[in-house]
């Protein structure tokens, strides 16, 4: 599978990330390289066999549905690049 | 004797017997980075004045009787660990003004034992890398050279490479770093160090900035296995703040180093006999076995049949869950903003100024493969490759209790090399990153050098949640090996 310039613009504004000039073909082209050494995979049978997602071997705990932290506005918005009062702001969405 | 030069065991002696304080042993630290640090760029952020009073403190605590298992040891912190009220960048642009409110578990368990930081060291970018190269705050220069000392500039490995170049050339007696695909083992290989990745669950990932969450493992790096042993039983525990974290108890890793190999059943792994390996890192994985033989250990010769195919599974895996993870930086509740016309240009702008080339090409590489269409044909299709690898694991962890291998396929090689090919620098991790995808522990022992005397390295493998093996073959190898070479570029050199 190859990735046509148009796939890489469509998956580039799922990812959020903003392409300047020309550099759609640069990634087209590295992306093109990764997937090509990436497809030896299809040569393994993997035929009946359960997909492993994580290493961890056991099963999630559960913990006691209880407030156990919060109540902490200010350290929360300390980072925030933008904020009014309690909240974090950002650009007006809705017209 | 300069302080620098002590090791952790070493020093903790020293300072039980008064021979020392933390203050003088921290302070000898930061005149090193001081000195050493504008040339290497293993730190990317220096806390003197905190590390000198953490160092007070505890010199106070010693005479009050309270002594913790790192009482006064000086460390440095991979910038990828949270650390309440110290910038945390990940190496990243899009971090460079993030200042966590809280502690990740990892260094909190190294605070209440007692240890002293020194500051927050360099790493790829989201430790996304195997040189270090992709850092926003510039490139760490190894401190070994080739022997001809031709002047060329060596990578010290990545990610944690600042932690493996400030270990090597004594500008910290031990340092945390995570491992990924190999980014303990590597950097530590290339600097002629320790390090081990831990079994998947020992050490909490909470308050460690997320790359790719079923694979990052952070663990230590010092410049003795039992150095880490020791700052690994800190640096464990179980965390009820990360649902992945183990309910085990953490054994006494220092004592395994001292257990030897009798009886012990060693794996060598064909599969991990690579085309065009150069003859010297052949020639020490042989010595390593022939080691462990003399110690009493059978060698037995095993096969890992998937293992060709554990990095393109990985380079599915890991971008997938990176694509992930990344989501988060947005510019809207911490990080760097990039303003844009509406919110998502705002998204788009803020992402695109923030991160590097490498972080973009994985962002893009994991939200391909996750993509409606794709996701059977990528990411399914590793998942079920990667039980397979692990399965190959298992089948040998019956006839063996541990597995010795290269660390890595060459030694350090020159800075600019690699760059133009992503899949060149993705094959350094060709022999790490399988234990990354089956779980396992395994760790970098020093064992020799190549002909231009840069450092080598073997890995030692073992079992889910046996570090102590693990460490007993390790601290075999490290005693029979005595090695004497010192890299070029280090404190009071």
């Known amino acids: ?42 040569a393994v049978d993997t035929t009946g066999v359960e997909p492993l997602s994580g290493a961890g071997g056991t099963a999630m705990p559960m913990h006691d549905d209880v407030v156990n932290d919060g109540g902490k506005a200010e350290a929360v918005l300390a980072n925030a690049p933008d904020r009014v009062g309690e909240f974090f702001a950002v650009p007006k969405v809705v017209e | 004797m300069n302080p620098t030069d002590f090791t952790i065991r070493g020093a903790l002696e020293a300072l039980n017997e008064g021979l020392v304080t933390s203050e003088a042993l921290t302070q000898a630290h930061l005149e090193a980075i001081a000195a050493l640090n504008p040339r290497l760029n293993a730190f990317i ?246 080691w462990l033989r003399a110690e009493g250990a059978e060698i037995v010769d095993i096969s890992l049949p998937h293992t060709k195919y554990a990095l393109p599974t990985y380079y599915i895996v890991a971008p997938a869950e990176a694509s992930s993870n990344l989501a988060r930086y947005d510019g809207v509740r911490y990080g760097a903003r990039v303003g844009g016309e509406d919110l998502k240009d705002l998204y788009e702008r803020t992402r695109a100024a923030g991160f590097g080339d490498e972080v973009k090409r994985r962002i893009m590489i994991g939200t391909y493969v996750l993509s409606a269409g794709y996701y059977d044909a990528y990411y399914l299709k590793a998942q079920k490759v990667r039980a397979l690898i692990k399965r190959d694991f298992d089948e040998a962890f019956g006839k063996v209790d541990a597995i010795v291998t290269p660390a890595t396929p060459s030694a350090a090689f020159a800075a600019g090399e690699k760059q133009d090919d992503p899949v060149a620098m993705y094959l350094n991790d060709v022999f790490t990153v399988t234990a990354n995808l089956a779980g396992i522990p395994g760790m970098t022992v020093p064992a020799g050098y190549d002909r231009q005397s840069l450092p080598l390295g073997l890995q030692v493998l073992a079992r889910d949640f046996d570090e102590e093996t693990v460490f007993a073959v390790s601290a075999t190898i490290e005693r029979a090996a005595n090695l004497t070479k010192l890299p070029q570029v280090r404190a009071f050199a």
Request: glycine letters at 12%; a negative charge.
């Open chain 1, 1 to 42: 599978m190859s990735l046509d310039l148009k796939t890489v613009r469509r998956v580039a504004s799922l990812a959020r990330l903003h392409l300047e000039e020309g550099e759609d073909q640069r990634l087209q082209a590295e992306l093109n390289g990764i997937l090509g050494w990436i497809e030896q995979l299809q």
């Open chain 2, 45 to 290: 952020t220096v806390t003197a004045e905190r590390a000198l009073e953490a160092a007070r403190a505890s010199d106070k605590r010693r005479s009050d009787g309270i002594v913790g298992k790192l009482e006064g040891i000086p460390l440095a912190i991979k910038d990828l660990f949270c650390t309440e009220g110290v910038r945390t960048t990940a190496a990243s642009r899009i971090l460079g003004n993030f200042t966590p409110p809280y502690e990740s578990t990892v260094t909190a368990n190294l605070l209440r034992d007692g240890a002293v930081f020194l500051g927050k060291v360099n790493l790829d970018e989201f430790a996304m890398g195997s040189s270090n190269a992709t850092s926003a705050y510039g490139p760490v220069e190894n401190p070994w050279k080739r022997g001809n000392d031709d002047g060329t500039t060596l990578v010290p490995g990545g990610s944690s490479g600042g932690s493996a170049a400030a270990v090597a050339a004594r500008l910290a007696l031990g340092a945390t770093a995570t491992d990924t695909g190999g980014s303990i083992r590597q950097p530590a290989a290339f600097c002629g160090i320790a390090g081990i990745k831990p079994t998947y669950g020992r050490c909490s990932r909470w308050g460690v900035v997320a790359f790719a969450s079923s694979l990052d493992t952070p663990g230590p790096v010092a410049r003795t296995v039992e150095d880490c042993a020791i700052l690994l039983e800190s640096m464990s525990g179980h965390d009820p703040k990360d649902s992945t974290s183990a309910n085990l108890p953490v054994p006494d890793f220092a004592a395994a180093c001292a257990r030897g190999v009798k009886g012990l059943r060693i794996g060598v792994p064909r599969e991990y006999r690579l085309e065009g390996m150069p003859e010297e890192i052949e020639a020490l994985w042989q010595q390593g076995l022939a």
